[in-house]
């Protein structure tokens, strides 16, 4: 079973989206430079349906989204609970943030809005950085899936500009 040791509301993590985000604990991946070691751990709530929807039902009137923040022990239960959750809430996107580079193939992704994949490699950058490994997908309308990673350093570039506004 998924645990999760902590969540919150979250603006930058899927592009236009108000986003409840669940920070799911034991990470397999437990990359070099990662800013939130304490997932490694198994430790935490039970992560399942009831716990979901008390989640959603304290915030939905706030959020258009909801992100799995990791998952990759068990990436089929991830994927089982986004379709839950969207049957039981169509208007909600769906977002995974996997630390993985490739989803594996028996994990149906249909459920998902949004997927990031890509170990966090600090050389390299987060998704904002113009060298980052890691891509963020869309699924589009049609069920074409675009890689988005641009809007994360346009992004950027605009709250850089606010915080420094040019005289």
């Known amino acids: 079973m998924l645990k999760f040791a902590n969540f919150d509301i979250v603006f930058q993590e899927v592009p236009d989206e108000v ?8 990470c397999p991946n437990q990359c070099p430079g990662c800013h939130s070691k304490y ?4 430790v935490g709530y039970d992560l399942d349906m009831e716990s979901l929807e008390n989640l959603v039902g304290k915030y939905k009137s706030g959020i ?4 799995f923040m990791g998952g990759d022990a068990d990436p089929q239960e991830v ?8 049957s039981h809430h169509d208007n909600l ?25 890509g170990r ?7 998704l904002d950085s113009a ?3 890691q891509r963020m997908m869309k699924r589009l309308a049609d069920g074409r899936v675009k890689d988005i990673t641009e ?14 506004p040019i005289d």
């Not at 986003?19 to 604990?25: K, Y």
């Not at 258009?64 to 992100?67: G, P, Y």
């Not at 943030?97 to 809005?113: A, I």
């Not at 490699?121 to 987060?126: K, M, N």
């Open 151 to 164: 809007w994360f350093r346009k992004n950027k570039k605009v709250v850089e500009l606010e915080k420094n």
């Open 79 to 86: 994927a089982n609970l986004a379709r839950q959750l969207k």
């Open 131 to 133: 060298t980052t490994n």
């Open 39 to 42: 997932l490694w751990d198994n």
């Open 93 to 117: 996107k769906m977002a995974w943030y996997s630390g993985k580079n490739e989803l594996p193939q028996n994990v149906s992704v249909d459920h998902f809005d949004y997927i990031k994949v």
């Open 19 to 26: 986003t409840l985000a669940i920070n799911i604990s034991n």
């Open 64 to 67: 258009t989204c909801v992100c």
């Open 120 to 126: 966090y490699v600090a050389e390299l950058g987060p």
